[in-house]
């Protein structure tokens, strides 16, 4: 910085507390954009689930990716009786409301249920996306673009609150006294 002024306010500023001020900022931007990410995966759900209801097919026109339908018309494109697109909304609506609820809240507990979410879908999609390649044979474009929110969605969710993991006591080494055991006499 050329300015000796605001070298100085940058660098008391992130003295004071401002490290924690520009963490805080970026956990609520990766909140945001995941909110934002949820927004689309909601809107490529409801679409897939509105054709299912409507029994039309799905636009799907992209070079050597048109298996749109192959894939939603198979028997794998249902769960308990229920359309996978519907489970999709149900997904994204709920991470929709955690992260706009932590916006407002700015909770941990938020943040950790939100990164429970996001791992649930990043290993749904991980299993769906496998049954398309395996044993349908066909790739879904939606279901690609949604796979991939929901990938972006769990590294951001990763980002917001990392894991700390404390630190072990190696299993030798002596374990102090309870505060409330009598010490023996020291002879």
Known sequence: MRNPALRDFAFS???RGGKAR??????????????????????DSMYLAQNE????????????????????????????????AEY????????????????????QLLRRVLQGIALIGVLSSLYFTSI????????????AISAAITL???????FIEPIRMRARQHPSAPMP?????????SV
């Open 88 to 107: 999709g909304v149900l997904f994204y609506g709920i991470l929709f409301v955690l992260a706009a609820l932590e916006l407002v809240l700015f909770d």
């Open 132 to 143: 398309q390649i395996y044993f349908i044979s066909s790739f879904c474009t939606y279901c």
């Open 152 to 158: 972006l969605v769990g590294i951001l969710a990763s």
């Open 22 to 43: 520009i963490l805080s900022y970026m956990k609520r931007m990766g909140v945001v954009v995941i909110l934002a990410l949820a927004f689309c995966g909601l809107a």
């Open 13 to 15: 500023s992130l003295h």
């Open 53 to 84: 209801i409507s029994h039309r097919p799905l636009l799907c026109n992209i070079q050597y990716l048109d298996g749109c339908n192959t894939v939603a018309n198979s028997p794998y494109s249902h769960l308990f009786g229920m359309p996978l």
């Open 177 to 185: 006294p309870s505060p409330s055991l009598p010490m023996p006499p």
